[in-house]
């Protein structure tokens, strides 16, 4: 069995987080054709040690005081660590931490991580425990300096050791390449930008060759989702040429997901990125609205969502991405129901003169009396109803907590999102956006979630 040159590699830090703590030592034990070399290497973490850690690891404050900082091993550490396999105890800390401490040095790192603790488990689902104690007893390792970098470094070398006798080769070797398999990348695309991605909820963005907008998408799992675009087993073709198209991801965490809805539908419009599909700019909303041009007599007025007074939104129906849309739906729901085209205003026809659609034998005949008008009005209302505008609910804007975002909304309208009750007060006073029909309907779906502001005229 062939395995890459291997690093062993333990630490020794300030605490437990990778981005605030420092490390205080490094072991690494390097195994390659050439045999076994361990190295080791105290480092001043900058930062006091505490109490706590200094009995844990018997490092101490004294000991790093003369220790160089980082930066001044990070080029020596790089080289022994760079193209080899990254082999540690709960591998994610170690290398978590190593990885902030070149970035703060300079340095971009990266490797193929193999953890111990994963491995253990899947190669002996029968024990509970798989900290180090755990496999020293289990698989009879020797300590030498348990709790130092170097002492543990060797301890996870001597397991790797005993696996190969305990553990047959296909399994092992299966069992390593499925826990160090990276996710597919485009070609020229950084892993980086894939390793920073935020997990939550959100927007996020793909750009290309020149900073071109690609695509903007939402979801609950940021960075899982983003994956999923590169996922190399992709039957889809539009999918293959967006993933090799990806220059740049960016990333925009939202308190919840209707924020990532409005967020999305909003950069769609804002950025028309080339493989959005829907969601298009409103060229020209529109709406229906049936006025009663005499007593019983109701016809259909097109509205251009700028011309609407969002006050009387009564016997409005809509919306429409445009007036040939609204045109097109008027127009199939008139053969649906028998309705005339005359009086819908769909055709120009002398008073008294039957429609086409008459001539056709679609239209019941109100053009020429055969029905009467309000009949005609009130099989148009109900035929209308599925398409009715749902009014605004409240008397002045209301709002949507998610998080830490609160949504400000008004006559379907998204003024804003406020993170702190400046921004809430700021977006009140600006001027309103224009209406938006996926604004809308992300809305009317979260209708139950809305507070009216009016009725907490303290906030
Ligand atoms: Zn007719």
Excluded at 2 to 24: C, H, K, M, N, Q
Excluded at 41 to 56: A, D, H, K, Q, Y
């Amino acid at each position: 069995m062939s395995f890459p040159a291997l690093v062993f590699v333990d630490l020794e830090t300030t605490g437990a987080t990778a981005t605030a703590d420092r490390i205080t030592e490094i072991g690494i034990v390097e195994v390659d054709e050439q045999g076994v070399r361990e190295w080791s290497c105290l480092v001043n973490p900058g930062t006091p040690i505490s109490g706590f850690i200094e009995r844990l690891t018997g490092i101490s404050n004294a000991m790093v005081a003369d220790a160089p900082p980082f930066e001044d091993v990070a080029a020596e550490v790089k080289e022994r660590l760079e193209g080899r396999l990254f082999i540690a105890h709960n591998a994610r800390f170690d290398y978590g931490f190593l990885k902030n401490e070149f970035k703060r040095a300079g340095h971009d790192f990266r490797a193929t991580v193999l953890c111990t603790v994963k491995l253990s488990r899947k190669l002996f689902p029968q024990h509970a425990k798989h900290n180090l104690d755990s496999l020293i007893e289990r698989h009879d390792l020797t300590v030498s300096s348990r709790h130092r970098a170097l002492g543990d470094a060797r301890l996870i070398h001597q397991f790797w050791g005993r696996l190969q006798a305990e553990v047959a080769p296909e399994l092992l070797a299966q069992t390593v390449k499925a826990l160090t398999a990276r996710p597919s990348l485009p070609a020229n695309l950084d892993a980086a930008a894939i390793d920073d991605l935020p997990d939550g909820t959100g927007v996020y963005l793909f750009y290309g060759e020149n900073d071109l907008p690609l695509y903007v998408g939402k979801s609950k799992e940021l960075k899982k989702r983003v994956l999923a675009h590169f996922a190399s087993d992709h039957a889809a073709a539009r999918e293959m040429n967006l993933a090799q198209q990806v220059r740049r991801i960016e990333c925009i965490e939202t308190g919840g997901e209707i924020g990532a809805l409005l967020k999305e539908a909003m950069l769609i419009k804002q950025l028309q990125p080339i493989h959005n599909r829907h969601l298009r700019r409103n060229e020209e909303v529109c709406f229906w609205q049936l006025v009663e041009a005499r007593p019983g007599e109701w016809r259909p007025q097109l509205m251009l969502a700028s011309e609407l007074d969002f006050g009387q939104q009564e016997h409005l129906y809509g919306p429409f991405k445009s007036a040939r849309d609204a045109k097109k739906s008027l127009t199939e729901l008139a053969k649906e129901h028998g309705l005339c085209h005359a009086l819908l205003g769909l055709e120009k026809v002398k008073p008294g003169k039957p429609c086409f659609a008459h001539q056709l034998q679609q239209c019941r005949g109100a053009c020429v009396g055969k029905e009467p008008v309000s009949f005609h009005s009130a099989r148009l209302m109900a035929a209308l109803g599925r398409q009715r505008f749902a009014p605004w609910p409240f008397v002045g804007p209301a709002w949507i907590r998610e998080g830490d975002e609160v949504h400000l909304i008004d006559h379907w309208r998204h003024l804003g999102t406020a993170r702190s009750e400046a921004d809430l007060y700021e977006l009140l006073e600006a001027t309103p956006p224009a209406f938006d029909r996926d604004t809308y309907r992300i809305l009317v779906k979260a209708q139950d979630r809305m507070t009216p502001l009016a009725a907490n005229p303290g906030r």
